[in-house]
C-alpha cells in the first residue's frame, strides 16, 4: 500500500479530503496504518463507524484475517461489542476510546499475533499495577488532546520585511510572504518612512546597511534573507505549533517525569535534561504563542507600563488638578509700588508677575504629579525624559497632559517591548524547533499509553488474568464471573466450569458436546454468556475474568442467541439455515441458547440432537448447548453427549431463588418452574395471587 488510493473505499475524492485533514498524504496514512480512529472520524464525511471500518479493512489486508473470521455469529460480534464499552469506560481520551477497536479477536491460525498481543497487555497490566491509583497521573492523561497539526499563525502585523534588492524581495515574499509583510524600498527615505510605520524591521541585504538612519529606526540586519531561519524571522511560526498545542504538551511531559519515576519506559532515547530543556522553554509562552508573564523581568515592567499608563496620567492630573485649584484659591497678589511702576512703564507684563507668583505651587504640583507616575509605573532613568514633554511649562489651568507626548511615549514603549519580545520569541523558537519531533512522539506515546493503560485498568478493576493456551480443543475457568453481570449489579457468584480436554474436566471423558439443563432464572444463560467473553477475551490477547483458565484456541466462535420464541416457518428456517455453517471440521466453538423456541418441542429435540451428532464428529469442535428439553434430546441421539445443570433449592426468605450457579456435571436439572410460580403467588394478593396458586396445583 503506497498511497492512500490503494485502500479499498478510498478514492480521488477522499483521498483529497483526507490529505487536506491531516496536512499531507504521509501524515494520512500514518493515521490509518496506525488506527487513529478519533482523528479519520473527523476528516469531512467520515463518521466513526467508516472510520472503524476502514481501519479494520486495512489491519486485515496486513495481517491476512479480519474480525468476522473468528466471529461468526451476530450475537458473538454483540458480545464484543459490549466487552468493548466496558473495556472504553476506563480510558481518558477520545483517541483510546477509538482506538480500542483495533483490538480484534483472533483465530487459532494467528496464535502469533494473539501471543504478541498478550506481551503487550502483559505490560500494560502490570503498568496498572504501579499506575492505576495515581490520580495526578490520571488527570495529565485526561487533558491529553490529539496534536493540533495544522496550525499556522496568523499574520504579523506589526513588523516587516524591508529591501531595496529585488531578488532578496521576490525570496523574502516567497519564503515570509504569508506571515509577515515584505516591502520593497527604493532608497533610505522610503525605508526609514515605512520602517516607522512598524514596531520593528528586519533589512533584508546589505544595501541597507549602508543607509544613514536616524536614531528611533533601528532595523535588524539579515545581509542574505535566503539562509535566515523560520525561527529568525517568524518565531511565531514554530511557536505556534507549540502554544497551540501548549496544555497537551505539558502534560505529557508532566506523564513523562512520573513515568520515569515509576520505573516505566518512556521516550527512551530522550535524555532527562532535554525534557527538562523543552520544559522550561515552554514555560515561557502562553497559549496564544506569546512570551508567558513572569518570564522577562523587563517585557513585564514595560507590558505594565503599557496597560496602566493612560489611568495613571489621568488620575495624577486630577489629583494635580485638585491640588493646584485650592493653591490658586489661597494665592492672593499683594503689588508694591515699585512692580506698579515697572508695568505702568511698560518694563514689566503684569503676566510675568502673575506667574512669578504662581510658578513656585505650579512646579511644585507638576513635581508631584511626575514623582507619582515614575513611582506608579516603575518608570527608568531613559525613560524620564519622556514624561518631562508630558507637561507645558507655561501655567496652564486645568492642569493637562500634552497628548501627543503621551502617545508617543506609549508608541515608545509598543515598540520596546516587541523588539524585546522577538528577540525572546527567536531563542525560544529556536530551542523548540530542535523538539518538533519530540513534541509528537511524546502526545503520540501519551496517548499509545492510554489505550494500554485502560487496558491494564480493566484488568486490575475486574481482577483478570491472561489464561493458558492448552493444546487441543477445550475451555474451563475456576471462579469466573459474568463481565455484564459485575457491571451491572457490581456484584457476582464466581463459577467454575470445564468443557472438552482440560486439565479441570470432570470425568476424564473430555466431553466437547455438551447440553446445559436447570432451574429457570439459574443463570445459564449467563453463564454461556460467561463463556463467550472469556473466549473472545483470550482470542484477543486479552485477560479474562477468571481466577484460572484454560482455553484450546478456536478457528471460529459461533454463539447463538436465544430465539425470540417466534413459530413461524420463516424464524425456523432461517435458524436451520444459521446452523448449517457450523457443519465443517474446522476447529470451533458452538455456543446455542434454548434453540428449542424455533418449533415444537419434539421436532427441537430432533433437531438439536442432529446438530449435536455434526459437532461431535467433528473432533476440533467444542459445543455447550443450553436446553430444557435435555432428556428429549438424549433420547434422539446415540452421541457422546454430557449434560450439565444448574439447579435450585427453593426460594430464600427474599423470595429469591437459592441456586447452585456453578453446573454440577453429568446431572440434568428440572427446570422447577413452579419455583417461579411459587415465587409470583407469594409476591403477590387477592385475584392475582389466586391465578397462581391455581398453576402451583399443577405441579402437585
Ligand atoms: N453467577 C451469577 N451471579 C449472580 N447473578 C447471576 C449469575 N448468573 C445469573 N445471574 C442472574 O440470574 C438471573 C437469571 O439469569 P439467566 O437469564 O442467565 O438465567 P437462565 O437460566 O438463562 O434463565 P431462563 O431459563 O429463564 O432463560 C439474571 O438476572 C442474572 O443476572
Same mark, same amino acid.
Given at each position: 500500500?503506497?498511497?492512500?488510493?490503494? *485502500?479499498?473505499?478510498?478514492?480521488?475524492?477522499?483521498?483529497?479530503?483526507?490529505?487536506?485533514?491531516?496536512?499531507?498524504?504521509?501524515?494520512?496514512?500514518?493515521?490509518?496504518?496506525?488506527?487513529?480512529?478519533?482523528?479519520?472520524?473527523?476528516?469531512?464525511?467520515?463518521?466513526?463507524?467508516?472510520?472503524?471500518?476502514?481501519?479494520?479493512?486495512?489491519?486485515?489486508?496486513?495481517?491476512?484475517?479480519?474480525?468476522?473470521?473468528?466471529?461468526?455469529?451476530?450475537?458473538?460480534?454483540?458480545?464484543?461489542?459490549?466487552?468493548?464499552?466496558?473495556?472504553?469506560?476506563?480510558?481518558?481520551?477520545?483517541?483510546?476510546?477509538?482506538?480500542?477497536?483495533? /483490538?480484534?479477536?483472533?483465530?487459532?491460525?494467528?496464535?502469533?499475533?494473539?501471543?504478541?498481543?498478550?506481551?503487550?497487555?502483559?505490560?500494560?497490566?502490570?503498568?496498572?499495577?504501579?499506575?492505576?491509583?495515581?490520580?495526578?497521573?490520571?488527570?495529565?492523561?485526561? #487533558?491529553?488532546?490529539?496534536?493540533?497539526?495544522?496550525?499556522?499563525?496568523?499574520? $504579523?502585523?506589526?513588523?516587516?520585511?524591508?529591501?531595496?534588492?529585488?531578488? =532578496?524581495?521576490?525570496?523574502?515574499? @516567497?519564503?515570509?510572504?504569508?506571515?509577515?509583510?515584505? =516591502?520593497?524600498?527604493?532608497?533610505?527615505?522610503?525605508?526609514?518612512?515605512?520602517?516607522?510605520? /512598524?514596531?520593528?524591521?528586519?533589512?533584508?541585504?546589505?544595501?541597507?546597511?549602508?543607509?544613514?538612519?536616524?536614531?528611533?529606526?533601528?532595523?535588524?540586519?539579515?545581509?542574505?534573507?535566503?539562509?535566515?531561519?523560520?525561527?529568525?524571522?517568524?518565531?511565531?511560526?514554530?511557536?505556534?505549533?507549540?502554544?497551540? !498545542?501548549? #496544555?497537551?504538551?505539558?502534560?505529557?511531559?508532566?506523564?513523562?517525569?512520573?513515568?520515569?519515576?515509576?520505573?516505566?519506559?518512556?521516550?527512551?532515547?530522550?535524555?532527562?535534561?532535554?525534557?527538562?530543556?523543552?520544559?522550561?522553554?515552554?514555560?515561557?509562552?502562553?497559549?496564544?504563542?506569546?512570551?508567558?508573564?513572569?518570564?522577562? #523581568?523587563?517585557?513585564?515592567?514595560?507590558?505594565?507600563?503599557?496597560?496602566?499608563?493612560?489611568?495613571?496620567?489621568?488620575?495624577?492630573?486630577?489629583?494635580?488638578?485638585?491640588?493646584?485649584?485650592?493653591?490658586?484659591?489661597?494665592?492672593?497678589?499683594?503689588?508694591?509700588?515699585?512692580?506698579? &511702576?515697572?508695568?505702568?512703564?511698560?518694563?514689566?507684563?503684569?503676566?510675568?508677575?502673575?506667574?512669578?507668583?504662581?510658578?513656585?505651587? /505650579?512646579?511644585?504640583?507638576?513635581?508631584?504629579?511626575?514623582?507619582?507616575?515614575?513611582?506608579?509605573?516603575? %518608570?527608568?532613568? !531613559?525613560?524620564?525624559?519622556?514624561?518631562?514633554?508630558?507637561?507645558?511649562?507655561? *501655567? +496652564?489651568?486645568?492642569?493637562?497632559?500634552?497628548?501627543?507626548? &503621551?502617545?508617543?511615549?506609549? =508608541?515608545?514603549?509598543?515598540?520596546?517591548?516587541?523588539?524585546?519580545?522577538?528577540?525572546?520569541?527567536?531563542?525560544?523558537?529556536?530551542?523548540?524547533?530542535?523538539?518538533?519531533?519530540?513534541? =509528537?512522539?511524546?502526545?503520540?506515546?501519551?496517548?499509545?499509553?492510554?489505550?494500554?493503560?485502560?487496558?491494564?485498568?480493566?484488568?486490575?478493576?475486574?481482577?483478570?488474568?491472561?489464561?493458558?493456551?492448552?493444546?487441543?480443543?477445550?475451555?474451563?475457568?475456576?471462579?469466573?464471573?459474568?463481565?455484564?453481570?459485575?457491571?451491572?449489579?457490581?456484584?457476582?457468584?464466581?463459577?467454575?466450569?470445564?468443557?472438552?480436554?482440560?486439565?479441570?474436566?470432570?470425568?476424564?471423558?473430555?466431553?466437547?458436546?455438551?447440553? &446445559?439443563?436447570?432451574?429457570?432464572?439459574?443463570?445459564?444463560?449467563?453463564?454461556?454468556?460467561?463463556?463467550? @467473553?472469556?473466549?473472545?477475551?483470550?482470542?484477543?490477547?486479552?485477560? +479474562?475474568?477468571?481466577? #484460572?483458565?484454560?482455553?484450546? %484456541?478456536?478457528?471460529?466462535? /459461533?454463539?447463538?442467541?436465544?430465539?425470540?420464541?417466534?413459530?413461524?416457518?420463516?424464524?425456523?428456517? +432461517?435458524?436451520?439455515?444459521?446452523?448449517?455453517?457450523?457443519?465443517?471440521?474446522?476447529?470451533? %466453538?458452538?455456543?446455542?441458547?434454548?434453540?428449542?423456541?424455533?418449533?415444537?418441542?419434539?421436532?427441537?429435540?430432533?433437531?438439536?440432537?442432529?446438530?449435536?451428532? $455434526?459437532?461431535?464428529?467433528?473432533?476440533?469442535?467444542?459445543?455447550?448447548?443450553?436446553?430444557?428439553?435435555?432428556?428429549?434430546?438424549?433420547?434422539?441421539?446415540?452421541?457422546?453427549?454430557?449434560?450439565?445443570?444448574?439447579?435450585?433449592?427453593?426460594?430464600?426468605?427474599?423470595?429469591?431463588?437459592?441456586?447452585?450457579?456453578?453446573?454440577?456435571?453429568?446431572?440434568?436439572?428440572?427446570?422447577?418452574?413452579?419455583?417461579?410460580?411459587?415465587?409470583?403467588?407469594?409476591?403477590?394478593?387477592?385475584?392475582?395471587?389466586?391465578?397462581?396458586?391455581?398453576?402451583?396445583?399443577?405441579?402437585?
Amino acid at each position: 500500500m503506497n498511497g492512500l488510493q490503494d *485502500i479499498p473505499r478510498i478514492g480521488e475524492k477522499m483521498a483529497k479530503r483526507f490529505q487536506e485533514h491531516f496536512g499531507g498524504e504521509d501524515r494520512a496514512m500514518d493515521a490509518i496504518l496506525s488506527g487513529d480512529i478519533a482523528s479519520i472520524s473527523e476528516v469531512e464525511g467520515v463518521g466513526q463507524r467508516y472510520a472503524i471500518s476502514l481501519v479494520h479493512e486495512v489491519r486485515a489486508q496486513f495481517e491476512g484475517v479480519s474480525m468476522e473470521d473468528f466471529l461468526k455469529t451476530k450475537e458473538a460480534s454483540d458480545i464484543y461489542e459490549r466487552l468493548l464499552d466496558i473495556i472504553k469506560q476506563f480510558t481518558h481520551t477520545r483517541y483510546a476510546k477509538d482506538k480500542l477497536h483495533v /483490538y480484534i479477536p483472533y483465530p487459532a491460525s494467528k496464535k502469533a499475533l494473539i501471543e504478541d498481543i498478550r506481551k503487550d497487555v502483559a505490560g500494560y497490566m502490570r503498568t496498572a499495577c504501579v499506575l492505576g491509583d495515581n490520580e495526578e497521573l490520571i488527570t495529565l492523561l485526561s #487533558n491529553v488532546k490529539a496534536l493540533d497539526v495544522k496550525c499556522n499563525p496568523p499574520k $504579523v502585523r506589526s513588523r516587516a520585511i524591508l529591501t531595496a534588492d529585488s531578488k =532578496q524581495y521576490e525570496v523574502a515574499r @516567497q519564503m515570509f510572504g504569508d506571515l509577515l509583510d515584505v =516591502q520593497f524600498v527604493k532608497g533610505a527615505g522610503e525605508f526609514v518612512d515605512t520602517a516607522r510605520g /512598524y514596531s520593528h524591521v528586519v533589512a533584508a541585504d546589505d544595501k541597507c546597511m549602508a543607509f544613514d538612519l536616524p536614531e528611533d529606526v533601528d532595523p535588524e540586519f539579515i545581509p542574505d534573507i535566503r539562509k535566515a531561519n523560520m525561527w529568525q524571522i517568524v518565531p511565531e511560526k514554530e511557536i505556534y505549533f507549540f502554544a497551540r !498545542n501548549l #496544555n497537551t504538551l505539558e502534560c505529557c511531559i508532566q506523564m513523562v517525569e512520573i513515568l520515569r519515576c515509576s520505573g516505566i519506559c518512556s521516550l527512551e532515547d530522550i535524555a532527562d535534561d532535554d525534557i527538562e530543556r523543552l520544559k522550561q522553554t515552554l514555560s515561557l509562552i502562553d497559549g496564544d504563542g506569546d512570551v508567558r508573564e513572569g518570564s522577562d #523581568n523587563r517585557i513585564d515592567r514595560l507590558m505594565m507600563i503599557s496597560r496602566n499608563v493612560d489611568n495613571c496620567v489621568s488620575e495624577t492630573i486630577t489629583a494635580a488638578n485638585v491640588t493646584l485649584n485650592s493653591c490658586l484659591e489661597e494665592s492672593k497678589l499683594t503689588l508694591s509700588g515699585q512692580d506698579m &511702576l515697572k508695568v505702568m512703564n511698560g518694563k514689566m507684563e503684569i503676566k510675568d508677575l502673575l506667574e512669578k507668583e504662581l510658578f513656585h505651587s /505650579y512646579s511644585s504640583v507638576i513635581k508631584t504629579a511626575k514623582e507619582k507616575i515614575v513611582a506608579d509605573l516603575a %518608570l527608568e532613568r !531613559n525613560e524620564l525624559l519622556s514624561l518631562d514633554s508630558f507637561f507645558s511649562d507655561e *501655567i +496652564t489651568y486645568p492642569l493637562e497632559v500634552k497628548q501627543e507626548c &503621551l502617545y508617543s511615549f506609549k =508608541q515608545q514603549i509598543v515598540n520596546q517591548v516587541e523588539k524585546l519580545k522577538v528577540r525572546h520569541k527567536c531563542n525560544i523558537a529556536r530551542t523548540l524547533s530542535e523538539f518538533h519531533d519530540v513534541a =509528537q512522539r511524546m502526545v503520540h506515546e501519551a496517548l499509545d499509553f492510554d489505550v494500554g493503560f485502560s487496558i491494564g485498568c480493566f484488568a486490575k478493576e475486574f481482577d483478570l488474568h491472561l489464561p493458558d493456551f492448552i493444546e487441543g480443543t477445550g475451555i474451563a475457568f475456576e471462579s469466573a464471573s459474568n463481565l455484564f453481570i459485575r457491571t451491572r449489579h457490581g456484584s457476582v457468584v464466581p463459577i467454575d466450569y470445564s468443557v472438552g480436554n482440560t486439565s479441570y474436566d470432570p470425568d476424564g471423558n473430555g466431553s466437547r458436546v455438551v447440553l &446445559l439443563s436447570g432451574v429457570n432464572s439459574g443463570g445459564k444463560t449467563s453463564l454461556l454468556e460467561l463463556v463467550a @467473553q472469556c473466549v473472545i477475551l483470550a482470542h484477543m490477547g486479552f485477560p +479474562t475474568p477468571a481466577v #484460572n483458565m484454560e482455553i484450546g %484456541l478456536a478457528e471460529e466462535f /459461533y454463539h447463538f442467541g436465544k430465539s425470540k420464541g417466534t413459530l413461524d416457518a420463516g424464524a425456523f428456517e +432461517t435458524t436451520l439455515v444459521d446452523f448449517s455453517v457450523v457443519a465443517n471440521d474446522s476447529p470451533k %466453538l458452538v455456543l446455542a441458547d434454548e434453540l428449542e423456541s424455533i418449533t415444537e418441542p419434539g421436532a427441537s429435540a430432533k433437531i438439536i440432537s442432529g446438530i449435536l451428532e $455434526v459437532l461431535s464428529e467433528n473432533d476440533n469442535g467444542m459445543s455447550i448447548f443450553v436446553s430444557h428439553l435435555s432428556e428429549l434430546i438424549l433420547e434422539n441421539t446415540e452421541c457422546n453427549v454430557r449434560v450439565d445443570g444448574i439447579e435450585a433449592s427453593g426460594l430464600d426468605k427474599d423470595l429469591n431463588l437459592i441456586v447452585e450457579r456453578t453446573p454440577r456435571y453429568n446431572y440434568v436439572a428440572k427446570s422447577t418452574p413452579e419455583l417461579i410460580v411459587e415465587r409470583l403467588s407469594r409476591k403477590s394478593n387477592g385475584l392475582e395471587q389466586d391465578f397462581y396458586k391455581r398453576l402451583q396445583k399443577k405441579f402437585k
